[in-house]
Each structure stands twice: as structure tokens, then as C-alpha cells.
């Protein structure tokens, strides 16, 4: 184990926003709540140029909301007084709910993306200080047809390409995976092979109920996707799907991790069924799969026999140690756990916070604050 990381975890919760830190790993000292009372459906934690900076998507219920950064781990915390993140007057649209930030690649510093609700992406130039929509997908004929999913209509994921900067990724519930090759500029379906088992026609070309997307460490145009029934792997770019559920013990879920060097190494969370949703019989376990999704094996240890509550899709995360690499998640009972080993134990973070809707972990940049 590597003692010399000083590692921070940002909880998003219904409720409010938790600090966690560490320098193993595997005992935690939890700080909060920050934001208490507002929900925080998203975090991020950007470590690019030479700063740790912690993003939250902040709902704030009577303001409405926006991004919130802290520099300093918490101490303090802008305010943006207009909000970060605002759709153009002529839209005629108001922001709903901010459902995920991702910080581009070290190459492309400033960038920060943001999913959100009511189906939107939006781009930041200057670390999330302000967001600019994206037109491309806004302005998509489809856009009429997306629907909701369980908890709204909203982009949950976004994937940049890391070799090529005109190559995005974006998921969305419902409505399925889209893809742009010309920077945002426009942008197409690429569904082909993921099923839809509430749907007539089982192969639309758009309309799935995508969970969540991430992308294989080694290759870009690997990805994985968790669907609302059906877990899948495209080696195209998402021209074309695969299933890889076998060897799992329900398809349904949220969460799909991918290592941050070690290509083919995924996480997943299975769940049961679409009513229950609980983990598979109450036990919670993690499955990992170091083959690409060719097979699986569940890790358990360290995580409750008996659970009857679900992770969601931003709940949980892996972090980028030199050594082994964290992995990291909450539940709906406001359980977290972390393990300091890429899942083979977990540890308890903390327990009954209010319901955990965002997680990430960061070893810190630069000196520590």
C-alpha cells in the first residue's frame, strides 16, 4: 500500500456536499456537510495545472443551479453571481438540474463538460468558471423525441476522446448514445446493437435508455455502456455493440468504471430488475472484469451481505494513484466505501449521510493546501 498520496473525496449528496480525506486510503476524515439542505447531483474533481480544484453542481432550490468551485478544499467556494451554467435567452429554457462535469484531458487545460437536464452539454474554456451550450445538440432534429428517463431527461455522460479532440462521447437517458466528429459541431446516434426491450421495434436507432458510458483506458475507441437491461462493449467508436453481460448476475444498473491506464480492467455495480432495484438477492458486490467484459468476478469483501439500496450512475469512481488505483461509491442509505486496492476490500468512508447521488476521488496536485 502506498502511504505517501494525500487523497481527497468529493459526496455529493441529496442533502448536501462531503469532504473526505486520506492518505491511505483506507481510514478517512470526513468533513461537512458544505451546502447543507441543497442537492449535489454532481462533483468533479479537476487536478490539471498544477491545482486541485473541486467542482460541484450545486441545486440550489430557490437561486436554481449552477457550478460551484473551491481552490482550497473546501474553505471557500465561489458564487457565481449570474450562474455558471445558463441556457441562451432565445432557447426559452431553463436549466433544471446539473447531472455531471468532466474535466477534459491534461492537453486540453481549461476544458471542463457539464450533462444536464433539461438534454443539453455544455463547454467550459476556463475550468468551470462559465459554460457555453452546445448548439450541435441542442438544435438536433431528434431532440423532439428524446424522452425521459426515471429521474428526468438529461445528458448523464460525456466522454472525450483522449487522441482526438474533435471525438465526443455523449449518453443520455432517454434518447442512447451520440457521437460528434467535428468537436460538438454536429452530432450522429450510435446505438446499433443495443436493445431495447420496452420498445416495438427492440433495434431503434436511437431512443435507447443508456445508464451510463466510459471509455477503456488504452483505447479510445473502446467503450462500455450499462444499459436500462443490457451491459455492452463497442471496439468501433460505437458504430456497433456488443453484449458482454454474461457472466453477471443481472444486466440492469448504473454504474460502469473504467481503469485510468490498464486497458480492458472495468468495474461495474449490477442491480436487480427495473422494479427492484437493489443489489442482486441484497448482497452488494462490485464485479470486475479484466478481459474487456469477457468475463467477471465479483468482489465482495469488506461490503454488506445484506443491502437494499442502489448506487446511481455518478455515485461512484476510481481514482488516478501512481500505485493501485482507488475505487469509490455511495449508496442511496448514504453508505460510502472506498478500496485502496482496484476493489479486491473495501473500507466505510462514512455512513448514514442522506442519500449519495455524486462521488469522486483525486490524489491531490501540486503542494497541499
Known sequence: MDNDQRTIMAIGTKKGLWLAESTDRETWTLNGPHFLNLEVPSVAIDTREGRTRILAGVNDWHWGPTVVYSDDAGATWSEPEQGAIKFPADTDTALARIWHLRPDTAERPGVVWAGCEPISVFRSTDSGESFELNRGLWDHPHRSQWGAGFGGAAVHSIVPNVRDENTIHAAMSTGGVYRSTDGGTS?????????????????????????????????????????HGGVYRTD??????????????????????????????????????????????????????????????EQHNGLPDAEYNVVLRDAAAVDEHPGSVGVYFGTRGGEVFASNDEGAHFATVATRLPDVLSVRAAQFAGAAQ
Open 187 to 227: 452530432w450522429e446516434p450510435r446505438n446499433k446493437g443495443i436493445r431495447v426491450g420496452f420498445d416495438p421495434d427492440p433495434y431503434p436507432e436511437f431512443g435507447q435508455c443508456v445508464h451510463h458510458i466510459t471509455a477503456d483506458a488504452q483505447d479510445p475507441n473502446r467503450l462500455y455502456a450499462q444499459n
Open 236 to 297: 468501433n467508436s460505437g458504430d456497433e455493440w456488443i453484449s458482454i453481460a454474461d457472466g453477471l448476475p443481472a444486466d440492469f444498473g448504473f454504474v460502469f468504471l473504467s481503469h485510468p491506464r490498464t486497458g480492458g480492467t472495468v468495474w461495474t455495480i449490477p442491480l436487480q430488475g427495473e422494479g427492484e432495484r437493489i443489489p442482486v438477492g441484497g448482497r452488494l458486490s462490485v464485479y470486475r472484469s479484466t478481459d474487456a467484459g469477457n468475463s467477471w468476478r
